[in-house]
């Protein structure tokens, strides 16, 4: 925490370390760093011999100090009488004057913090400052001014010496850390009234408490409640280009809590699920909190405003203005709020205003919430602005005009997903080692992998596998069912609501309803559709289903009770994953016996999984009859789909078996490069569980397969491709060095670069690839891609490593004598002309090859 007594001092670090310094002697000319601890009382600069009075050196010190701090002082804020600052002056001054009596050596300072430090100066001086009377105001001066010396003492210690520095790495950046963020407050914060002070420490508080907690998905209400500190997963967010995830591109791509670092005004989109919400919770919470050590200093001395849309938009009202911010979302301290008090927040440009759930509002009304962020950001420019939305609600470039940048929230990673299952079990007081099973089933099976993408659906396989103790159906088919049955059935029943709509809908009717739903979107190539569609939809099938209500009766307590349907806006419905609505369609489509609508769809992408689950929930006469057509068609992905489809068919003709395998063998393994490129494109990772291993095909068809699996670029395909990592090929070694910017590349440098034999060509294209390849120990064949900076190369590159090099770009104007540093350097290959001068100085002993040498 940035303490109150620090800021309370109100002097900046550029009066207050001059003034520390003098406490200290002066490094002798030429003596460098300390390299040691030394003790602090031998590093005070006045004399040792006066221990029994405050050395007027340092009283001058704590005089100026207070001067300072009572100079600094605001029309608001209650000053100490004269004879009081005399007071606090020599109180101060015993205090300082302590330094020469502590005991501890100056790394043991460091260690204790600037709380506990001033603590220690006190308590050696507790007599004598009793002695001075220090009235409220006056001593509370003197904490503060004795905080805010601490602060600056212990940051010294760690500039003056290099064993601190080494010793207490963390310990020394998060006393710069608060130095900075100190000097910020003092910038951002103006001198409040003693009113608008008391309010927003008030206001921080209910911040702290309405957004520091989350529920934990599909846990009971005993146990629900999950510390934000604890839950809050740090996700990253992505420019996309051209409508496409632009990671692999090189696009931006940053922590998302950092996007208000880089832009004050953003837009960030998501789909259900990703965490934007928690985001948004976090981002208050942080900025209400005025913490240090988060690294945010963006968000240091702000005022956070939630402002969920769902719940200040009113039928036929206005948008609030900012006096109305606080009692437009139902803020219990909103009527303490001192008058004017949102405006002078935003005025002095310390506003974070978090705009969640642009989707959640009425299409008709979003252009005039557009027009409410263009008037306020026009009104108060330099505050921190947040809008977030899911993909599909509003078009690219929305708040282009209004000066706001575009980002995406991007789905977890693997890492990502191993930190969330550990937290939840924690959180959750389950056993680690059920955690534990659950990751490596995420891992080894594609079907949880492609749920396991957003922190929601995380929540609910967490549930799911520890409600069933450490057990997951390995099949899709049983898996979705047992996850319908927890969302649709058990979780209200185990949490004894007793229907609080007033209506009951059995578990068997909840899914023929929605699987309605689900076929029609899925028919119409729609992602949601109008609730008056799903009303109608419902209306028309509630007669047959013995129920009491209308269809609106009965869609309501689907939305309500489900889980699985949500409004993303006003008037539009949609699933809260696609995952569920493949499923409850594809069991729609068998009973409505549509197999040729199924079949004739089966080249596009987003059908893919409905055919499946399709062929999964169809009976075995009716799942032969789609693999025939599927293989009829004659398509690398019919073959494909067909092939896959053999995994979920419950009983499958011997006959039929043999045709579609007849039909995969047709196209793997793939006979050349052309053909592993297609292969990937067309049957994405319905091909990675048809590759052979290594130890099944020869040199030139393993390398063909290794290929053909890099190409799909997941996770899958890279615990797939750890079986070739030690394969003696060169191919086979060519194409997995080839390959790594295709993956998570850390993950990749970790599980297959790091066991190779290191003999193919690995490409760099920036500081970020050269330090990955340092960690796992250097490289011996390095290509650097584009422009480059020598030091880069020679402080990355690990030297005993590297045997051959490549520069595609021009040789910089240190021309290539600095090749030196890597000694067991055998060829540099320079794809540019090279003049005589440059060639001269290839170090002897290695070989270049350039396409021209050039006179000059």
């Known amino acids: 925490m940035v303490d109150a007594g620090v800021l309370g001092a109100r002097i900046a670090s550029s009066a207050v370390a001059p003034l520390v310094k003098r406490l200290f002697v002066k490094d002798q000319p030429g003596a460098g760093l300390a390299s040691r601890p030394v003790r602090i009382s031998a590093l005070v600069s006045f004399g040792r011999e006066k221990r029994n009075v405050t050395p007027k050196d340092v009283e001058k010190i704590a005089d100026e100090l207070v001067r300072r701090a009572l100079k600094a002082a605001g029309p608001g804020e209650r000053p100490v009488r004269a004879e009081e600052a005399v007071a606090v002056k020599h109180a101060l001054g015993h205090s300082l004057a302590a330094l020469g009596e502590i005991t501890i050596e100056d790394y043991e300072a460091v260690a204790l913090g600037p709380e506990e430090f001033a603590r220690r100066l006190r308590s050696n001086t507790n007599t004598a400052v009793a002695s001075f009377g220090l009235g409220g105001d006056a001593e509370l001066l003197y904490e503060q001014l004795l905080h805010t010396a601490s602060l600056h003492i212990l940051n010294f210690f760690t500039q003056r010496s290099t064993y601190i520095a080494r010793q207490q790495t963390m310990q020394s950046r998060q006393l710069a850390r608060l130095v900075q963020a100190v000097d910020l407050l003092l910038e951002r914060l103006p001198s409040q009234s003693v009113e608008d002070a008391g309010f927003e420490a008030r206001y921080a508080d209910h911040i702290a408490g309405r957004y520091g907690t989350l529920t934990i998905y599909g846990l009971d209400t005993g146990t629900s409640e999950w510390s934000l500190d604890t839950a809050y997963l740090s996700l990253e967010a992505t420019r996309e280009r051209d409508g496409r995830d632009d990671r692999r591109a090189g696009g931006l791509q940053i922590p998302a809590e950092q996007v208000l670092a880089q832009h004050d005004q953003v837009l960030l989109r998501g789909v259900a699920g990703s965490g934007k919400t928690t985001l948004v919770q976090w981002l208050a919470v942080t900025a209400a909190s005025r913490t240090y050590d988060h690294g945010l200093a963006h968000l240091i001395g702000r005022v956070p405003f939630v402002l969920p849309l ?138 949880l992998n492609r749920l396991a993408t957003n922190p929601l659906m995380c929540g609910m396989l967490c549930a799911l596998h520890r409600d069933r103790r450490g057990f997951l159906p390995q099949d899709r088919k049983s898996l979705y069912e047992a996850a319908l049955t927890m969302l649709l059935e058990r979780r209200d029943r185990e949490r004894e609501l007793d229907h609080p709509d007033g209506l009951r809908i059995p578990y068997a009717t909840q ?78 489509a068998v009973q409505e016996l549509d197999f040729d609508l199924l079949v004739n769809n089966s080249e596009q992408d987003e059908w893919e999984d409905v055919i499946l689950l399709a062929i999964a929930h169809a009976r075995p006469k009716e799942a032969e009859q789609m693999l025939r ?182 040789h910089p104007a240190e021309g290539l004598a600095w090749l030196s540093a890597f000694p067991n350097l055998a060829e540099v290959h320079v794809e540019t002309e090279v003049s005589v001068t440059v060639a001269q100085q290839v170090p002897t002993g290695v070989k270049l090859i350039t396409p021209n040498i050039s006179p000059s």
């Open 310 to 447: 769902r719940r200040i938009v009113r039928p036929g009202a206005e948008f609030p203005i900012p006096g109305d911010f606080l009692k437009a979302v139902g803020c219990p301290v909103a009527g303490e709020q001192p008058s004017g008090w949102v405006e002078r927040v935003l005025r002095a440009q310390r506003g974070v205003l978090l705009v969640d759930g642009m989707d959640e509002i009425a299409g008709d009304r979003r252009d005039a919430a557009r027009r409410w962020l263009r008037e306020l950001t026009r009104t108060f420019p330099g505050n921190l602005w947040l809008v977030t939305s899911r993909p599909s609600a509003v078009p690219e470039r929305w708040l282009g005009s209004a000066g706001f940048h575009e980002l995406t929230l991007s789905p977890m990673a693997r890492d990502d997903v191993a930190t969330f299952v550990r937290r939840w079990h924690r959180a959750a007081g389950a056993d680690e080692a059920v955690g534990v099973s659950l990751l490596q089933a995420v891992r080894t099976t594609s079907e």
């Open 511 to 588: 899914v023929q309803l929605l699987q309605k739903l689900a076929w029609w979107l899925i028919r119409n190539g729609r992602a949601e559709m109008d609730r008056s569609n799903a009303v109608h939809i419902i209306g028309r099938a509630v007669p047959a289903m013995n129920l009491d209500g209308s269809g609106e009766d009965v869609y309501r307590s689907l939305l309500l009770r489900s889980g699985l349907l949500r409004e993303p806006a006003e008037g539009r419905v949609d699933f809260l994953h696609r995952t569920f609505q493949d499923y409850l369609g594809a069991r729609l």
């Open 629 to 810: 057509r599927l293989v009829g068609q004659g398509t690398p992905r019919g073959k494909l789909l067909a092939s896959a489809g053999l995994r979920y068919a419950a009983e499958v003709e011997p006959s039929v078996r043999g045709l579609v395998e007849q039909g995969v063998r047709s196209l793997v393994p793939p006979r050349e490069r052309s053909e592993a490129e297609g292969l990937a494109r067309a049957g994405g990772d319905l091909l990675l569980p048809l590759l052979p291993g290594p130890e099944e095909t020869d040199g030139i068809t393993t390398h063909l397969v290794a290929w053909a699996a890099a190409q799909l670029g997941s996770d899958a395909a890279l615990h797939f491709l750890t079986r070739f990592r030690d394969h003696h090929d060169e191919r086979v070694q060519y194409a997995l060095a080839s390959s790594w910017h295709y993956f998570d590349q850390e993950l990749y440098a970790r599980e297959i670069l790091a066991h190779m034999v290191r003999q193919s060509t690995v490409t760099v294209r920036n500081t970020e690839d050269l330090h990955m390849l340092r960690s796992i120990g250097g490289w011996a064949h390095i290509m650097v891609a584009g422009a480059y900076r020598v030091e880069d190369l020679t402080e990355l590159i690990v030297p005993e490593r590297l045997t051959i090099l490549l520069l595609d770009a021009p």
